[in-house]
């Protein structure tokens, strides 16, 4: 089972900074990666998909990179409505997998 | 628009047998798998398993495999996620999902809003 380890856990940053997220993977998982946000009593929500391509109706303000085993979410100039808890996810191999999550909190 | 309504919540005791639906709207059902995730609470989340709903084609995670079925009825749009003897660790919110058409090469991008199911003892 691929593992992925997300970093920090916690992120405080002041709302109109910027936020970089890391995911990385046990193994090699190409470029099928995909972030997802989580607001609190609600469900996930598809924010990059592929590594980099944002998923329909996300700002130009999220942008993901990275393959292989070592990718990045960045959220340039945060929003009030980005705070929120962010989850990696590997499609590679079944069973797919997440991330434990990182919260992004307000400063 | 497409559209997954789940069950409403549950409350049940340890030991008794649990189904949860998720009802597909705005698009070909039989078409589009459908993935189950779990969340425990204050916890991350968890991949349980997909179903084709078009051949009933199930793949389950290792760490459920046994422990839960998932099924679908094409005809009335929905997949289940049933339980045969709740234990107090099922106690999670289970989201389901939408994912690609055919061959899994793309993401699960529409859930369901999630069906809290508490297990007390």
């Known amino acids: 089972e691929i593992e992925l380890t997300q970093s920090p856990a916690t992120l405080s940053v002041s709302p109109g900074e910027r936020a970089t997220l890391s995911c990385r993977a046990s193994q090699s998982i190409y470029i099928y990666l995909a972030w997802y946000q989580q607001k609190p009593g609600q469900a996930p929500r598809l924010v990059i998909s592929?590594?980099?391509n944002r998923a329909t109706g996300i700002p130009a303000r999220f942008s993901g990179g990275g393959s292989g085993t070592d990718f990045t979410l960045t959220i340039s100039g945060l929003e009030p409505e980005d705070f929120a808890v962010y989850y990696c996810?590997?499609?590679?191999?079944?069973?797919?997998?997440f991330g434990q999550g990182t919260k992004v909190e307000i400063k | 628009e497409v559209q997954l309504v789940q069950s409403e919540p549950e409350v049940k005791k340890r030991g008794e047998s649990l189904k949860i639906s998720c009802k597909g709207s705005?698009?070909?059902?039989?078409?589009?798998?459908i993935g189950w995730v779990r969340q425990m609470p204050g916890r991350g989340l968890e991949w349980m398993g997909i179903?084709?709903?078009?051949?009933?084609?199930?793949r389950y995670s290792p760490s459920f495999q046994g422990q839960v079925t998932i099924s679908a009825d094409k005809p009335i749009s929905t997949a289940y996620l049933q339980w045969t003897s709740l234990k107090a660790s099922d106690t999670a919110i289970y989201y389901c999902?939408?994912?690609?058409?055919?061959?899994?090469?793309?993401?699960?991008?529409?859930w369901g809003q999630g069906t809290l199911v508490t297990v007390s003892s």
């Open positions: 996810q590997q499609r590679t191999n079944w069973p797919w997998t």
């Open positions: 592929d590594a980099s």
């Open positions: 705005g698009y070909s059902f039989p078409k589009f798998w």
């Open positions: 179903i084709n709903p078009g051949d009933s084609d199930v």
């Open positions: 999902a939408r994912g690609p058409s055919g061959v899994l090469d793309s993401w699960f991008d529409t």
